[in-house]
């Protein structure tokens, strides 16, 4: 379980940074939509809650 979830942590976060990149070729080019900002930023904050979850239960016992 402990390596799916770290598997799915990596795919959100690869995934948000691909949208990141992806708003700069979009039109208009050089301008982030915040849409895209947003959603990395939840990318982010998802993953960082597996990884913390994940390692305060590991640490318990």
Request: glycine letters at 10%; aromatic letters at 14%; proline letters at 3%.
């Amino acid at each position: 379980m402990t390596h799916l979830q770290l598997l799915l942590a990596t795919l959100l976060v690869f995934s948000g940074l691909i949208l990141l990149f992806l708003g700069f070729f979009l039109p208009p080019e050089g301008e982030i939509h915040s849409s895209v900002l947003v959603a990395f930023g939840e990318t982010c904050t998802f993953a960082g809650a597996l990884f913390g979850v994940d390692y305060k239960y590991k640490n318990k016992s």
